[in-house]
């Protein structure tokens, strides 16, 4: 199974006070089902805003998520946890295990919300584990692991209930470039197996990977070209920062 999502003029408008922030300011956007969509954009463009409201983790100000032609009810709780349930694996920026848990329940935690069995949350999630290269590790808490060891927890964790969407917001952020290459490799994977995976990530290999490629800025989606040009003004600024001539 695998899922095509269509985002239909979503706004997110964030207000603290008198500031207002316009964090998606009307974004269109169709990806296909069997796809790899990456998202790229500076800080602050709005990146991990989408992700959350395409997971049904956040509610949009205005604006439309349909996945297979169907709109996501953002209006029911009940609706949207069951939408995250059966539809969406999440990878967060940051990894979000439970630190009193072990690798093992971690990976079993959201089967236990599907209502698995005990025996078939063992078995799945020692199997995962097994597959992101952690069988050894299965009683380790997330601080008895490396970065890049929890972040293939989150990975198994995002998977367990076999989602047709996987959202990964920056995966590979803070990891070394082995665990990086090793988390693109499985997220590829996933897609290859005919899901659909969208990945936020600034790490421009992730793009050797990629069917899509989408570009943020200032909550709005740009061409490539004006991406590019928006980078290289950025570059000079930074260059200037250090006493350098443009
Ligand atoms: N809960 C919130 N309350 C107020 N403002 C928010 C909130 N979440 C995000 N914002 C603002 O919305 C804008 C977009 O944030 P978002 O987290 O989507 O950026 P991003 O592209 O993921 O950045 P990064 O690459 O740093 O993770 C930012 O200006 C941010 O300050
Ligand atoms: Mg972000």
Request: glycine share 8%; charged share 25%.
């Amino acid at each position: 199974m695998s899922a095509e999502i269509e985002v239909r003029s979503l706004e997110k408008i964030f207000k603290m006070g008198d500031q207002v922030v316009r964090a998606l300011d009307g974004v269109d956007l169709i990806i296909p089902a069997h796809s790899f969509t990456v998202i790229m954009g500076p800080s602050g463009s709005g990146k991990s805003t989408l992700l959350y409201l395409v997971g049904g983790l956040d509610k949009p100000t205005k604006g439309e998520v349909l996945v297979n032609g169907k709109p996501v009810d953002f209006t029911n709780d009940i609706n949207l946890a069951l939408y995250r349930r059966k539809t969406v694996g999440f990878i967060f920026q940051s990894f979000n295990l439970v630190s009193t848990m072990t690798a093992l329940e971690n990976v079993s935690f959201p089967m236990w919300f599907a209502g698995t069995s005990r025996a078939k949350r063992r078995q799945r999630a020692t199997s995962l584990l097994e597959q992101v290269g952690l069988a050894n590790r299965a009683k380790h808490k997330p601080t008895e692991l490396s970065g890049g060891q929890q972040q293939r927890v989150a990975f198994a964790r995002a998977m367990v209930n076999d989602p047709p969407l996987i959202l990964a917001d920056e995966p590979t952020g803070n990891l070394d470039t082995t665990s990086g290459q090793r988390i693109m490799r499985m997220l590829h994977e996933y897609y290859q197996q005919g899901k659909t995976v969208v990945v936020v990530s600034h790490d421009e290999r992730m793009k050797q990977f990629a069917t899509h490629v989408i570009y943020l800025l200032d909550g709005k989606i740009v061409t490539e070209q004006e991406f590019q040009n928006a980078s290289s003004f950025a570059l000079l600024d930074d260059e200037m920062e250090e006493g350098e001539q443009p």
